[in-house]
């Protein structure tokens, strides 16, 4: 992974420094690579849903995304929230920001320079900063989103070892790929071809669908009875179906 230029690290860190926030990030302009929304429930009760975009600009790849979270869920407890994820021309991450509109007092802010992530997090306990030695394969995964496991297989995730940062949580966890069979799905309207995958997060074994053409299709954690499925309609951005205008299956 090539290095963030040190003139957007500095132009960051005096940002940071003066307004108490990055430069904010927007999944506009450039070339629609997915958009959609996904239904998330728990115990099949619904709890919440998300919506998000994925765009190109040049090499990298930018996302937005907002979880909205309802009152019968014990993982984001009725809340609005906002994360955005810029990467480099390899699709590591380089800039990372989730803020919490309405709910808890919280804000994240990470950079990415060579092997290190620098996360800031901001809440209602005070401020504190800690900083992530990391190899390539590092994949950003908060907590209740779902499209960030895109960037997975981004990675190429059957290939090489990955390393998953829970910025909600402050901490890492190795990303283990286990077995894939091919499956049909129900989402997006209809049924659909299908990998499912099983992936391993630290000791939380979660399965995924993915379709032909590279997207997110269904996540399931198993042990926490959670399941999210995309639906049909747009996402944030105009112009796209749910199952995105760029195919997805090529880094």
């Known amino acids: 992974m090539r290095p963030v230029r040190p003139a957007l690290l500095q132009a960051l860190a005096v940002m940071v420094a003066i307004t108490g926030v990055a430069t904010p990030?927007?999944?506009?302009?450039?070339?629609?690579v997915d958009s959609g929304r996904f239904r998330i429930t728990r115990a099949g009760q619904s709890v919440g849903t998300e919506v998000f975009a994925i765009r190109?600009?040049?090499?990298s790849l930018r996302s937005v995304a907002r979880l909205t979270t309802g009152r019968d869920t014990a993982l984001l407890s009725d809340r609005i929230v906002e994360a955005r994820?810029?990467?480099?021309?390899?699709?590591?991450?380089?800039?990372?920001?989730?803020?919490?509109?309405?709910?808890?007092?919280?804000?994240?802010?990470?950079?990415?320079?060579?092997?290190?992530?620098?996360?800031r997090t901001r809440a209602a306990e005070g401020e504190?900063?800690?900083?992530?030695?990391?190899?390539?394969?590092?994949?950003?995964?908060?907590?209740?989103?779902?499209?960030?496991?895109?960037?997975?297989?981004?990675?190429?995730?059957?290939?090489?070892?990955?390393?998953?940062?829970?910025?909600?949580?402050?901490?890492?966890?190795?990303?283990?790929?286990?077995?894939?069979?091919?499956?049909?799905v129900r989402a997006g309207g209809g049924r659909r071809p299908a990998t499912r995958w099983e992936i391993t997060v630290g000791?939380?074994?979660?399965?995924?669908?993915r379709g032909p053409e590279g997207r997110i299709l269904r996540v399931e954690i198993p042990a926490d009875d959670w399941v999210a499925v995309r639906t049909a309609g747009n996402g944030p951005s105009a112009g796209g179906d749910a199952l995105g205008d760029?195919?997805?299956?090529?880094?």
């Not at 803020?99 to 808890?104: L, S």
């Not at 779902?146 to 990955?162: G, I, P, T």
């Open 25 to 32: 990030l927007h999944a506009q302009g450039g070339r629609q």
């Open 56 to 59: 190109r600009e040049a090499s």
């Open 85 to 119: 994820l810029q990467t480099d021309e390899e699709h590591e991450p380089v800039l990372f920001e989730l803020q919490v509109q309405r709910g808890d007092d919280l804000s994240l802010v990470g950079v990415r320079s060579g092997q290190r992530f620098r996360l």
């Open 128 to 184: 504190r900063w800690k900083e992530f030695l990391v190899p390539s394969g590092l994949v950003i995964l908060p907590s209740g989103f779902v499209h960030f496991h895109h960037f997975l297989f981004r990675q190429r995730a059957d290939e090489q070892r990955l390393t998953a940062l829970l910025p909600m949580e402050g901490v890492e966890r190795r990303i283990r790929i286990g077995s894939q069979r091919a499956d049909t």
């Open 203 to 209: 000791e939380e074994r979660r399965l995924v669908w």
């Open 246 to 251: 760029e195919p997805t299956n090529q880094p």
